[in-house]
């Protein structure tokens, strides 16, 4: 199977007083809110998140959520695996509402943590990425992603310098279907199997 990795970046918005805010609320903790993924909207590097398949992604990814295996890095790696050594925060919340998936995340008191927790109290924009793997086809001047599709995590990005440069990245590396198993385990497998029997009518 001819499956790569994809990635999808939207700017994170926060000004100092909600940052301020944010840690007197959660015990010194800096939470971030907002848009973290879209669907049936062309995207900067001209795909399309079917909502049906982005829906389901987000119902899978809640066992994530559930069990603190949410994590994610400061950039995109040109792995499908999450390193522990680079995680930088953590997804506490992500839910569908008609095309938009809204999120919350925690960043973490790791050395990846600090470095986002420093570039957000400096004002700096932040851009939350989704990475995932799966196929696409052409469809007119867009590419649809396909049903194969698998969201691993969200990652903490800066805005590429021009719209095409994560596309170049991303489409760069071929992941093969037996890399998977190093990224979801045989529970996660199970979980999602589940999931798409309860979706049968």
Not at 137 to 151: N, T
Not at 166 to 186: A, M, V, Y
């Amino acid at each position: 199977m001819n499956m790569k990795i994809l990635k999808e970046w939207l700017p994170l918005e926060y000004t100092a007083n909600t940052i301020k805010e944010s840690k007197a609320l959660n015990g010194g903790k800096t939470i971030l809110r907002g848009i973290i993924q879209r669907a049936d909207t062309l995207n900067q590097n001209g795909r399309i998140y079917p909502r049906a398949i982005l829906e389901r992604e987000i119902i899978n990814y809640q066992k994530f959520i559930r069990e603190n295996r949410a994590l994610g890095e400061i950039d995109h790696p040109a792995e499908s695996v999450v390193e522990l050594k680079n995680v930088s925060h953590i997804v506490r919340e992500a839910r569908m509402e008609n095309d938009t998936v809204y999120g919350v995340i925690e960043l973490l008191d790791t050395p990846g943590g600090k470095i986002l927790q420093s570039l957000v109290e400096s004002g700096v924009t932040l851009g939350i990425s989704s990475r995932g793997v799966g196929s696409t086809r052409k469809q007119g001047d867009s590419v649809i992603v396909e049903d194969d599709f698998q969201l691993i995590c969200f990652d903490m990005v800066s805005e590429p310098s021009t719209p095409n440069a994560f596309l170049h990245l991303n489409e760069s590396k071929l992941i093969k279907t037996s890399d998977l198993n190093s990224t979801f385990n045989k529970s996660d497998r199970l979980y999602r199997i589940f999931n798409d029997i309860k979706s049968w009518k």
